[in-house]
């Protein structure tokens, strides 16, 4: 049974695990950063960016990196101590001393909890706050400019209330062909029609020109028209604005608030919200999981050396890289639901640890 009981032998496999797993984190940040650097000085000189800039951008962008590679630098770091005690035959002197393997795997397992701990509060409310500046920063001097492109676009603004625009301006902040309907008890109520929706920043509310509005009471039909109509809505000009890495700008609060936000006008790209949420519960349990799946690979001595015991769980953190992916793009695609998509490798994974776990020898 796992336990945080440890003694002189579990705090040495547990120092230097942690150790490792940092040391392996650093040099995959570096390689990172230097090829990333390579791809986007040329933006950089083009735009005139300061070195201070820069700077502040690579602060932001480093956690971002050290997040997304937790789950496989835990996994490289797991297999290469784990190999190292093999070929050592400090594991083989560790069973003979009557410890059990269990004992092994909990040191192991301990390092892993101290990680998808740390890593859940950096992805669900530190490194967002970061995003923020990476993701602005990347907008403006990295990407192309954006323009609103959608045509006939919808937006649930109430209960029973609907937005339809024919295009949108996001550089003017005006939308044309405007129709807002209100429905009770699925019968249409009210139509509004307008030419133009202008956003007003003084009054922060938008402005509809040249209207017309269609009611129904009491069986009769009122119409009424207008040059101007000031209206609030529960859209403002930021839902038209560049979405690109929206969801991780978010911390878990904002995230749910903005998939509440999103339920309630029935939009269509709320899976990606879903599976960024679900991401950030699943990862501290993929660490942990391809840990104790490490320390089973690559505990049993081979002849071919401790490199081949690092290329097999090479080949492991590969596969489940690629079942990952997969999976997220089942999701994206509506072809899966988001929970179970980015559930399904840990399951998977989760129940080949098993079974290797139950065929080695101890």
């Not at 984190?25 to 950063?33: N, S, T």
């Not at 092994?104 to 970061?130: E, M, R, T, Y």
């Not at 401790?306 to 997969?326: E, H, N, P, R």
């Not at 509506?334 to 290797?356: C, H, Q, R």
Request: aromatic letters at 14%; a positive charge.
């Amino acid at each position: 049974m796992l336990n945080f009981n440890l003694n002189i032998i579990n705090k040495y496999i547990l120092k230097k695990f942690l150790k490792t797993f940092l040391f392996v984190v650093g040099i995959m940040v570096l390689v990172v950063v230097v090829i990333d650097f390579t791809e986007k000085n040329n933006k950089f000189i083009q735009n005139n960016i300061t070195k201070g800039e820069i700077l502040n951008y690579y602060f932001a962008f480093i956690p971002y990196i050290i997040s997304l590679v937790t789950p496989i630098t835990a996994f490289i770091a797991t297999v290469y101590v784990t190999a190292q005690l093999t070929m050592r035959t400090e594991i083989i002197a560790i069973l003979s001393s009557g410890k059990s393997f269990l004992s092994i795997i909990n040191s192991f397992f301990l390092g892993s909890v101290i990680i998808a701990i740390v890593s859940f509060a950096l992805n669900g409310w530190i490194i967002p706050h970061l995003n923020k500046e990476r993701v602005a920063f990347e907008v403006m001097y990295i990407k192309s400019p954006f323009y609103f492109s959608d045509k006939n676009v919808h937006f649930k603004v109430e209960e029973n209330s609907y937005l339809y625009l024919e295009r949108y301006d996001n550089n003017m902040e005006i939308g044309y062909n405007v129709t807002l309907e209100k429905f009770e008890e699925n019968t249409l109520k009210s139509k509004l029609f307008a030419r133009q929706i202008i956003w007003d920043r003084e009054t922060d509310k938008w402005k509809l020109k040249s209207w017309k509005s269609r009611e129904l009471k009491s069986n009769m039909e009122v119409i009424t028209h207008g040059l101007e109509l000031d209206t609030a809505l529960l859209v403002n000009p930021s839902d038209f604005d560049n979405n690109y890495r929206l969801s991780e700008t978010f911390t878990m609060n904002e995230l749910n608030d903005f998939i509440k936000l999103q339920n309630l006008r029935g939009a269509d790209d709320i899976d990606i919200y879903k599976i960024e949420k679900y991401i950030r519960f699943a990862q501290p349990f993929t660490v942990i999981l391809l840990v104790i799946l490490g320390v089973i690979i690559a505990s049993k001595k081979s002849r071919q050396g401790t490199g081949y015991l690092i290329v097999l769980g090479f080949s492991f953190a590969f596969a489940f890289i690629i079942f990952f992916v997969m999976s997220r793009a089942f999701a994206e695609n509506g072809s899966l639901s988001p929970i179970l998509a980015i559930w399904l490798p840990n399951l998977l994974f989760g129940l080949v640890t098993i079974y290797m776990y139950k065929i080695m020898p101890k």
